[in-house]
């Protein structure tokens, strides 16, 4: 549940592909909305695989999950895509 006074920092998380360190900062405070900006993107498939299922155990439990990225794979595996092309939303 979102409180009704929620300010950005504790609504959202944005998760990267850096390190796990600004992923578990991204998670530390459970916020509603993950922010994932090409979380897989420099990882080997065996770490890329885990991030996944990460974000999709995340929207299991309930929280909203946007995903950016490039990885056909990836996007395919989302509940809902929309896709970008020539700067115009594709849906």
Do not use: C, F, K, Y
Not at 23 to 46: H, K, Q
């Amino acid at each position: 549940m979102v409180p009704a006074r929620a300010d950005a920092d504790t609504l959202t998380g944005t998760v990267t592909s850096d390190t796990g360190g600004p992923i578990a900062r991204a998670l530390v405070g459970s916020p509603a909305i993950v922010l994932a900006d090409e979380p897989t993107g420099n990882l080997d498939s065996a770490t890329g695989e885990e991030i996944a299922r990460l974000l999709e155990a995340l929207h299991r439990d309930g929280r909203t999950v946007v995903l950016v990225t490039h990885n056909e794979a990836l996007a395919a595996r989302a509940q809902r895509t929309v896709r970008l092309r020539d700067g115009r939303v594709e849906a």
